[in-house]
């Protein structure tokens, strides 16, 4: 909300710049990554419950949406640009250009089960994952026929509990795997964020939106080289 307390509306600033940004793990690096890049984002980025937050003084707004739904917002073009991740990207296939790796939230995918399962002697294995999509590409690409199930979180429960015999996932730390008895199978492929950006938006806001991705890149680069 405004100070006034109403919405921000689009239409009062057809130039303000919308951004997506996912709540939950990788906020607070995007937020930092943002603000190293010179953008005076308020406080109230942390602490707040609001879901849009606008910066007139940087010509932008945001939206705080389920990392999972960045690239929707981004695709219909009520966002301009978003931050989301390789996973998500690869999951959801939105027509959406990705720009730039921010090399933040780095993690990986790969596939896991119990110590003792045997993936050579299951003729029909069952998975278990967020990603439907993602792990249907990955193990067509590799010729194995599985049955796919679909959850929305604590994936490592699958397999203790015997509802699948393996699991596609993000490894990050590790943790979760070990403390939940399970092992890596496979590793599938690496994942860090990327900054996208809506196709319209790219050619109707090309200035405010190459600014953008300048600046964040400089804090990138500088971040390897530095
Ligand atoms: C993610 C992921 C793994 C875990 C991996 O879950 O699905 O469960 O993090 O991280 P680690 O390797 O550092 O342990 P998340 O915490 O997002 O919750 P979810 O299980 O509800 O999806």
Redo the contacts with the bound molecule.
């Keep these: 909300m405004t100070d006034n307390g109403k919405i921000p509306n689009i239409e009062t600033n057809p130039e303000l710049i919308t951004v997506a940004m996912p709540k939950?793990?990788i906020f607070e690096e995007a937020v930092s990554l943002l603000r190293q890049a010179n953008y005076s984002l308020p406080p109230e980025f942390e602490d707040s419950r609001k879901l849009i937050i606008e910066v007139p003084e940087a010509g932008m707004r945001f939206i705080l949406a389920k990392p999972m739904d960045v690239p929707t917002y981004v695709e219909y073009g009520v966002a301009d640009v978003g931050v989301a991740g390789k996973d998500v990207l690869l999951e959801e296939k939105r027509d959406v250009y990705e720009v730039l790796d921010l090399k933040i939230s780095e993690?990986y995918m790969a596939v896991a089960g119990l110590p003792e399962y045997d993936p050579k002697a299951d003729i029909a294995p069952k998975i278990a994952t967020?990603y439907p999509n993602l792990a249907s590409d990955y193990f067509r690409e590799q010729g194995e026929q599985v049955e796919i199930i679909k959850l929305?979180?604590?994936?490592?429960l699958a397999p203790i509990i015997g509802l699948a015999d393996r699991i596609v996932?993000?490894?990050?730390?590790?943790?979760?795997?070990?403390?939940n008895g399970l092992v890596e199978l496979e590793t599938m492929m690496p994942i860090t964020s990327r900054f996208i950006v809506n196709p319209v938006s790219y050619r109707t806001k090309s200035a405010a939106i190459d600014d953008m991705a300048e600046r964040i890149a400089a804090v990138v680069e500088g971040d390897i080289f530095g």
Excluded: H, P, Y
């Design positions: 939950g793990r993690c967020k929305n979180g604590s994936i490592e996932d993000i490894v990050s730390t590790g943790r979760t795997l070990k403390e």
